[in-house]
C-alpha cells in the first residue's frame, strides 16, 4: 500500500469539472464561428436575383411571388393576342363581306 492520503479522487473531479468547462468554452467558440458564416450564407443566399421561371431559379432562387407575376403577365399577352385576333377575323369578315358586294355589283354591269 501506498504512504500518504489518496489525491487521486480529489484531482479527478475538479479536472473533470475543468475538461467539462473547456468543452463549453470550445462549443462557445466554435458557434461564434459558425454565426458570421451562417450570416454570410443567408445573407449571400437571399441577395441572389429571384426569378419567377422555376427552370432558371433553381431550389432557392425561385420567388412564387415573381411566378406568379410571369403568370399574369403572359395571361395579359394571350389576352392581347385573342383580342387582336377576334379583331383581325372580324376585318377579314368585313373584307370579304365588301369583296363579294363588288363582285355582285361586276355581275350586274355585265
Given at each position: 500500500?501506498?504512504a500518504?492520503?489518496?489525491?487521486?479522487?480529489?484531482?479527478?473531479?475538479?479536472?473533470?469539472?475543468?475538461?467539462?468547462?473547456?468543452?463549453?468554452?470550445?462549443?462557445?467558440?466554435?458557434?461564434?464561428?459558425?454565426?458570421?458564416?451562417?450570416?454570410?450564407?443567408?445573407?449571400?443566399?437571399?441577395?441572389?436575383?429571384?426569378?419567377?421561371?422555376?427552370?432558371?431559379?433553381?431550389?432557392?432562387?425561385?420567388?412564387?411571388?415573381?411566378?406568379?407575376?410571369?403568370?399574369?403577365?403572359?395571361?395579359?399577352?394571350?389576352?392581347?393576342?385573342?383580342?387582336?385576333?377576334?379583331?383581325?377575323?372580324?376585318?377579314?369578315?368585313?373584307?370579304?363581306?365588301?369583296?363579294?358586294e363588288?363582285?355582285?355589283?361586276?355581275?350586274?354591269?355585265?
Open positions: 500500500m501506498r500518504g492520503p489518496d489525491f487521486s479522487r480529489a484531482f479527478h473531479v475538479p479536472f473533470q469539472k475543468v475538461y467539462r468547462n473547456y468543452l463549453n468554452l470550445m462549443n462557445i467558440r466554435k458557434i461564434t464561428l459558425l454565426l458570421p458564416v451562417m450570416l454570410g450564407a443567408s445573407l449571400f443566399l437571399t441577395g441572389c436575383e429571384t426569378t419567377g421561371d422555376p427552370r432558371q431559379g433553381g431550389l432557392f432562387g425561385w420567388s412564387e411571388t415573381k411566378a406568379q407575376g410571369r403568370i399574369q403577365e403572359r395571361e395579359d399577352t394571350l389576352n392581347a393576342v385573342n383580342s387582336d385576333t377576334d379583331y383581325q377575323r372580324r376585318r377579314s369578315r368585313r373584307l370579304e363581306d365588301t369583296a363579294d363588288r363582285q355582285d355589283e361586276l355581275n350586274t354591269y355585265r
